[in-house]
């Protein structure tokens, strides 16, 4: 039996064929839309991991016998469905789904890593011997190993992860011309940039030769549009999306779009400045990036290749007295939540900045070992790559000063809202980013600014931060509306 918003899918297929007057292009359309008519929500099957983790199971059980002295093996399992719309229309529909193993071997201190997405049950024990046969041929690597036994996840906490409810292709279009509509209906928006539906389901099965074993899954919603404003030559984009594992948490779709259709009409008009120091004020949506700075510069990777100007500051006070960033795997429902890391181990949220002092550095077993400490459970991996070190769900701690207070007592300063490029040197703490905003005067935002540089070095951007009130959980990485004194602006 069809079901009424299937139903209502076709019929308005055959609604818009038999409006065309050229029969070459009707049935170019009529099977367009009957791809998307097919791309239905996932199937419970999808949710079932026992085919995946029987798999581990069993390519840990054939790299022994092929004669590894222990290994792991990962399977990445992902569903995604996206639409989008540009000007009332669909202009693309996509369905991927597929799963995926990776097949870590050590010989003694050699590793290999195979990936493959043949799941079928005869290839075991040809892939382990390949895997072995790599390693005995690689180089040691001292440091190279599984985790520590007495490290490893033994209970699993609900992060509550998974919503399995997602949305037929029918609905997210709907998602994606409401959101389209409102920012067309925002006044002096121009037309549309697009604006675009997705949700999906991806996971993980983590299996080692030593005990270890776990599974997750996690859902993920995301929607978006971008707005034009102005006309000719005097046209200025910008856009808006809201990205979470729950639809329930999800923005509206109208909020979306409005608020894509403002920020571009706030854009129109911009004004260039002359090169001066002045405080700089980050939005939120662009003050994680400087979390983000900091996140790359403790990675432990950094740390052990000597690649990081932090690589001598752990115990150092970076930041201001009370400036906390933390970093949280367990957070319900956070976008980059998971109950173990790569290797298996239970992680834990961990304070990194304490009262402006850098307490940890982010560390895989591997790097752990060649610093000569001990794991802190953010091991990242692929299936086709050995784990690394990254951070989970990390954010800025809020101040106490609204926005409005924090730069209340700006005589001329400048307001980020869009960074552009990647200037930043992890090597010296150089910081060097194209950005637009809005010019700060007598401490209130005035007119538009664009194609101007912000520079300074992170060490002076960190100990200068000043955090306001307003922190909301809507990326990875999360921070309020930032100040930073004496930052370069170069202008004209």
Not at 279 to 286: L, T
Not at 413 to 437: E, H, K, W
Request: hydrophobic share 45%; with cysteine; proline share 3%.
């Amino acid at each position: 039996m069809i079901d009424a918003a299937l139903q209502s899918m076709i019929d308005e297929v055959l609604r818009r064929v038999r409006k065309m007057s050229l029969p070459a292009l009707a049935v170019l359309l009529f099977l367009r839309h009957l791809k998307a008519i097919v791309m239905r929500a996932p199937s419970s099957s999808l949710l079932d991991q026992t085919a995946l983790s029987e798999l581990a199971e069993r390519l840990i059980a054939a790299a022994r016998r092929a004669g590894a002295d222990a290994a792991d093996a990962v399977a990445v399992r992902s569903m995604s469905l996206s639409i989008e719309v540009r000007d009332g229309a669909v202009e693309e529909s996509e369905r991927a789904e597929g799963d995926d193993v990776g097949l870590r071997v050590l010989v003694g201190k050699r590793q290999a890593v195979v990936s493959t997405n043949d799941l079928s049950a005869d290839g075991t024990a040809g892939l382990a011997e390949r895997a072995v046969a790599m390693a005995r041929a690689a180089p040691e690597d001292r440091f190279a190993g599984l985790a520590d036994a007495s490290l490893l996840a033994r209970e699993f906490p609900d992060l509550d992860l998974i919503d399995p409810n997602l949305p037929t292709v029918a609905q997210l279009e709907r998602m994606a011309r409401d959101a389209e509509q409102a920012g067309l209906g925002v006044r002096g928006v121009a037309k549309s940039g697009g604006a675009s539906a997705s949700a999906g389901i991806g996971g993980m099965v983590l299996a080692t030769s030593h005990g270890f074993h776990g599974a997750y899954l996690g859902s993920r919603h995301s929607l978006s549009m971008t707005a034009i404003a102005g006309q000719g030559t005097g046209m200025e984009r910008d856009y808006d999306f809201s990205s979470t594992l729950h639809a329930a948490d999800l923005e509206s779709a109208e909020k979306v779009g409005r608020t894509a259709g403002l920020r571009a009409v706030e854009r129109l008009n911009p004004r260039k400045v002359s090169t001066r120091k002045v405080p700089v004020v980050f939005d939120p949506r662009v003050a994680g990036s400087l979390v983000s700075h900091l996140a790359g510069a403790i990675n432990g990777a950094a740390v052990a290749r000597k690649t990081s100007f932090l690589k001598n500051k752990l115990g150092e006070k970076l930041f201001a007295g009370g400036i906390r960033i933390l970093d949280d795997p367990f957070r319900r429902r956070g976008l980059r939540s998971r109950p173990f890391d790569a290797e298996g181990v239970a992680g834990k949220p961990l304070a990194l900045i304490d009262d402006g002092v850098l307490q940890s550095w982010l560390l895989d077993c591997a790097t752990a070992r060649e610093l000569g400490l001990a794991t802190t459970g953010h091991a990242q991996r692929g299936v086709s790559s050995t784990p690394s070190p990254g951070a989970t769900n990390l954010h800025l701690a809020a101040g106490s000063m609204t926005p409005e207070a924090l730069i209340a007592d700006i005589a001329a300063g400048f307001y980020v809202s869009d960074l552009i490029g990647s200037g930043v040197n992890g090597v010296t703490g150089d910081y060097s980013r194209g950005a637009a905003g809005f010019w700060i005067e007598n401490g209130k935002r005035s007119y538009a600014v664009s194609e101007v540089t912000i520079a300074g070095h992170l060490l002076e951007i960190f100990r200068t931060l000043t955090p306001a009130n307003d922190l909301e959980f809507r990326y990875g990485t999360n921070a309020p509306t930032v100040r930073v004194e004496g930052l370069t602006v170069a202008g004209q």
